[in-house]
């Protein structure tokens, strides 16, 4: 009963993932695939690629089920999966965050809303929902189609709750989350320096990311120019006077020549 409960989540989930993203009838690499109710028959389903380029979708449940055992889900309530009164709920920077940490691993997030008993929403959830589509809808290149770099990232986690074994940590200012969408490197950070400069030090010149260097630099949603220096500490980056959304800013990479995937 637990593995018919999650496959009939996986479709309801995936089927939402696509047509949100407006690809389910442009897939022509669907594979046809009968289920059976095994760990086994789990195992050896590939899902199509319209599923590994949609990254990001939202289910809804009014009680308790089975979910895999790999981290692509999460909840915007701190409380329960399902409606669960007086609860707290996760903040928008630790779901953002969480959602770019899976990216860059090459994993997806379903992210879990408890309705009502009446089907509806609380405020707080659907603010909630709004400002995670409001940062999307600035940095979705970053995100939506993507593929994982030959390092998911760099910096220090910040451990906010003691929820479940390992309790739940958020990124901290000084992390960047990599993600590749053919042969560009997207660099999502997550700190908005006061000098103005922010240092990515995994780009350093001892570590060249392309075949000839760095073509260009921008900042996603951003108009202005973006200076930058790699030496041998880092790549430092002149950050906008101005942020062009809030909890995460992306900076675009173009390289000249191939994106190298080994060090």
């Known amino acids: 009963m637990r593995i018919k409960s999650l496959f009939l989540i996986f479709a309801i989930a995936v089927l939402f993932v696509s047509i949100q993203c407006g690809t389910l009838k442009e897939s022509t690499d669907v594979q046809e695939y009968n289920f059976e109710t095994t760990g ?5 389903y590939k899902v199509p690629r319209w599923y590994e380029d ?16 790999y981290k692509t889900d999460d909840k915007i309530s701190v409380s329960g999966w399902c409606y ?3 609860t707290e709920f996760w903040p928008v920077d630790y779901l953002i965050g969480a ?28 603010g909630t929902l709004k400002e995670i589509g409001k940062w999307l809808k600035v940095n979705g290149e970053a995100i939506y189609g993507t593929r994982p770099w030959r390092q998911f990232g760099e910096g220090t986690m910040v451990k906010i709750s003691e929820d479940g074994k390992q309790g739940k940590s958020k990124v901290g200012p000084d992390c960047v989350r990599f993600t590749v969408k053919g042969q560009t ?13 922010f240092t990515i030090k995994s780009l350093s010149s001892k570590n060249p990311l ?19 220096n790699q030496i041998e500490n880092g790549l430092e ?16 990479i173009v390289p000249k020549g191939g994106l190298l995937f080994t060090e």
């Open 99 to 126: 959602l770019a940490d899976i990216v860059s691993k090459n994993g997806n997030l379903l992210l879990n809303v408890g309705p009502r008993p009446d089907g509806t929403l609380r405020e707080v959830e659907v």
């Open 54 to 69: 949609s990254k990001f979708g939202i289910y809804f449940h009014w009680m308790p089920f089975s979910v895999a055992a």
């Open 185 to 197: 490197l997207y660099a999502i950070c997550f700190g908005w320096p006061e000098s103005g400069e």
């Open 210 to 228: 392309s075949e000839h260097g760095i073509k260009s630099i921008a900042m996603l949603g951003s108009d202005e120019d973006i200076h930058w």
């Open 84 to 86: 669960v009164e007086d």
């Open 40 to 44: 086994e028959s789990l195992m050896n």
């Open 237 to 252: 980056v002149v950050f906008p006077t101005e942020a062009p959304c809030d909890y995460a800013y992306v900076l675009k």
